[in-house]
């Protein structure tokens, strides 16, 4: 597609339940990024994937978050035990390069926890 | 730490006014700033970016952004605000050495009046 594609684009679960989140970059975007928006707050910086390199996990807020990429295709954000601090929209961007690339965003999952 | 601020989370303007929405970041590199806007309903779209060179930088939708050193500020401007520019406003920045990791602030919310 042209864009950053997210599915689903809500999702409502139950509290305990594991949820998984979906995202494709751009064809041809080496780096891939997921964030976490919760209401009325900015962007938080989740986890980074650049090519084959080790992704940086760093903005992973505990380890019911994990992400996977496979090369430079599909991403998918899996949060397990969801939590009602859980509710956000979550955020994938991808970008062609480093640094001074552009992020392209797609349009997010928005998160209900309940 | 890398740090962005966005000190004003609403800001109300009557259309045709002009608009400066500010942004002070702290970074021990030489930054790569942006601003993004999100309009209701829609995903992040880059306004503009600064790299290096000239400190004046000029973007879409009659948009510009002066880098300052020596306040550490990116602050966005634009001489007569229209409605459809009512959205959120994020400042972002990078570094060399950060790797990819854009930080953002908290956003600033723009309504405009008529």
């Known amino acids: 597609g042209a864009g950053v594609s997210q599915s689903p684009s809500n999702k409502v679960t139950e509290k305990g339940k594991d949820v998984e989140l979906r995202c494709d970059p751009i064809s041809g975007h080496t780096a891939l990024y997921w964030y976490r928006q919760r209401l009325g707050q900015g962007l938080e910086f989740l986890i980074y994937f650049q090519g084959n390199s080790a992704p940086d996990k760093s903005g992973l807020p505990s380890d019911r978050f994990s992400a996977e990429r496979t090369g430079e295709s599909v991403s998918t954000l899996t949060i397990q035990r969801t939590q009602q601090e859980d509710s956000a929209v979550y955020l994938c961007?991808?970008?062609?390069?480093?640094?001074?690339?552009?992020?392209?965003f797609g349009n997010g999952t928005r998160l209900t926890v309940t | 730490a890398q740090s962005v601020t966005q000190p004003d989370i609403h800001i109300t303007v009557s259309e045709g006014a002009s608009l400066e929405l500010r942004c002070n970041y702290s970074?021990?590199?030489?930054?790569?700033l942006f601003w993004y806007v999100q309009s209701p309903g829609q995903g992040l779209q880059l306004l503009l970016k600064y790299f290096s060179g000239d400190t004046l930088v000029q973007g879409i939708k009659g948009f510009e952004a002066e880098f300052k050193r020596s306040q550490s500020s990116f602050n966005l401007r634009k001489p007569s605000v229209h409605w459809s520019d009512a959205a959120e406003y994020f400042c972002a920045v990078g570094a060399r050495g950060y790797g990819n990791k854009l930080v953002f602030g908290a956003g600033t919310i723009l309504r405009v009046k008529s």
């Open positions: 970074y021990g590199a030489t930054p790569y």
């Open positions: 961007a991808s970008t062609s390069g480093q640094g001074k690339s552009p992020l392209h």
